[in-house]
């Protein structure tokens, strides 16, 4: 069975750093193919896709929050980690981490962990 | 602004179908596969279409897709009160380079 599950703070300042973990099972990131995602979804705002770490660590970002994400994977722990700089209360959202199958998608979802950004 | 574009709601009776929309460009709807997904309020998205038309198993065949240029289309039959939801279609932008969104479909059981 394939699983993941976000973990971080729920509550966080304006300017600080976002440190989010995705922690999955069941699959492993050293597979060929294999990816993970990060997506979030502002209260009745739509999807957006934020980051992607492949399992030859080749990396994407959304090119408008590019200079504000890192994405990072610890195969040991199978864990994939983002982090957001300068946080701002538009950043306020649900966020989620993906398994990525290549041409099948975004297939497992997490359950998503919600973010507040205010002082 | 999302760069998928998707009507902002749909709605029919039980047992009534209907289609929702899903507008992109050459970079992503028009050179690489769309998918879809169904998402509940405060639950995480499920996936119900990948690669354009293709049911992963457990998606009753009620649900069905298409796609046709820059253009794709979700459809539902037999609408059911359990379909009522938010409908997300996305592909994959090459010019982006990264996954692109609609902007979602609240779907209404009248």
């Known amino acids: 069975q394939i699983t993941l599950k976000e973990s971080g703070p729920t509550l966080v300042k304006p300017t600080q750093t976002l440190t989010l973990t995705c922690t999955f099972s069941?699959?492993?990131?050293?597979?060929?193919?294999?990816?993970v995602a990060w997506i979030r979804q502002p209260p009745g705002e739509a999807l957006e896709w934020l980051a992607l770490?492949?399992?030859?660590?080749?990396?994407r970002y959304s090119p408008s929050l590019k200079n504000r994400l890192t994405i990072s994977k610890d195969i040991s722990k199978n864990q994939v980690v983002l982090t957001m700089t300068n946080m701002d209360p538009v950043d306020t959202a649900t966020y989620y981490c993906a398994r990525e199958e290549g041409l099948d998608g975004m297939d497992v979802w997490g359950q998503g962990t919600t973010v507040t950004v205010s002082s | 602004q999302s760069v998928l574009t998707q009507p902002p709601s749909a709605s029919g009776a039980p047992g009534q179908g209907v289609t929702i929309s899903c507008s992109g460009s050459?970079?992503?709807?028009?050179?690489?596969?769309v998918y879809w997904y169904q998402k509940f309020p405060g639950t995480a998205p499920k996936l119900l279409i990948y690669r354009n038309n293709q049911r992963p198993s457990g998606v009753p065949d009620r649900f069905s897709a298409s796609k046709s240029g820059t253009s794709a289309s979700l459809a539902i039959s037999g609408l059911r009160s359990e379909d009522e939801a938010d409908y997300h279609c996305a592909a994959w932008d090459d010019s982006l380079s990264g996954w692109v969104f609609g902007g979602g479909t609240k779907l209404t059981v009248l």
């Open positions: 770490i492949y399992w030859d660590d080749n990396k």
């Open positions: 069941g699959f492993s990131l050293n597979t060929f193919g294999k990816g």
């Open positions: 050459n970079s992503n709807i028009g050179r690489n596969y």
